[in-house]
């Protein structure tokens, strides 16, 4: 990808670096670079670089890279990395606090140790607070958006808003920002009281059924197609007969057929493009169903 000239930042606290793999920030373990990447400080620091980004520049925001898929050709943009370890939910008024860089497991986790009943799903969510908004993420019977109580949101210019929850249109797997290019910055989760043993021996439980029937020694990106109405993607899938198809190392799970698999990150981002293709026109044309993808693809395509 032609790298543009770095324009100059003032104030910054975070770390900017230029023609980052974005192989390395997301759980395919392949993809092309970004041209620019920045992590944030925190939200402060966020703030001060939206205010000096180009009016136009293309920007993606990256949480735990657990539903994404860069091309091979890169992205021209600035790609920001919102998730750090460093960061922990905090209890405010009775509700959990939690920014969109925190891991949804670290949610879970912290309504059970404060008797917090209504998360532990969260802990079987392998990505950030922020995608679990942005996508209404959910399992295990559980979805983000029916414990938030309200959000943080910031715009193009780093103004941070505070919305209620009804400002959004929620549905399966989705959540529509009705105001244009805003992202989401943090998050209130309101929980019932509860036992806290309970919760956790809920998500020992929620951990070992992933465990089982998922293939997280490998690299994945977690579902690749969303459920339709009364049936389930992984189903359809095995019925077509779909287990095993590859591509250059980049395989269609055998142990969960809506996972797709990149042992050693082999496969580039363009075989694994070609699999959702492949997948979803053949389940398409064998059952009539066309099967909708959770993963978001990025990126220039040469």
Known sequence: MQMRETEKFTGLR????????????VTWRTGGVAERCYVPADLDDLTALLRQLPAREPLLF????????VRDAGFRGTAVL???????????????????????????????????SGAEFL???????????????????????NIVDRVVTIDRSGVQRIRARDEFSISYRHCELPHGEEWFAAAWFRLAKGDGAVARERIRNFLARRVATQPLQLPNAGS?????????AARLIESCGLKGLERNGARV???HANFIVNPKGAGRASDIEW???????AVRDRTGV?????????????
Not at 14 to 25: C, I, K, Q, T, V
Not at 62 to 69: I, P, Y
Request: charged content about 20%.
């Open 14 to 25: 975070g770390e900017m670096r230029s023609a980052e793999p974005m192989a390395r920030h």
């Open 62 to 69: 990256v949480g735990l890279g657990s539903n994404l898929l």
């Open 82 to 116: 919102m998730h750090s370890a460093a960061r922990r939910p905090v209890l405010d008024n009775g509700l959990i606090h939690a920014e969109a860089g925190v891991a949804s497991p670290k949610v879970a986790r912290f309504a059970a140790l404060h008797d917090l």
């Open 123 to 145: 802990a079987g969510i392998p990505g950030t607070v922020g995608g679990a908004l942005a996508m209404n993420a959910g399992c295990y019977g559980g979805e983000t958006w």
């Open 224 to 232: 690749v197609f969303r459920n339709p109405a009364g049936d389930h």
């Open 253 to 255: 799970s055998e142990k």
């Open 275 to 281: 699999l959702i293709d492949s997948v979803r026109t």
């Open 290 to 302: 066309d099967l909708q993808p959770e993963v978001r693809i990025v990126g220039e395509t040469r």
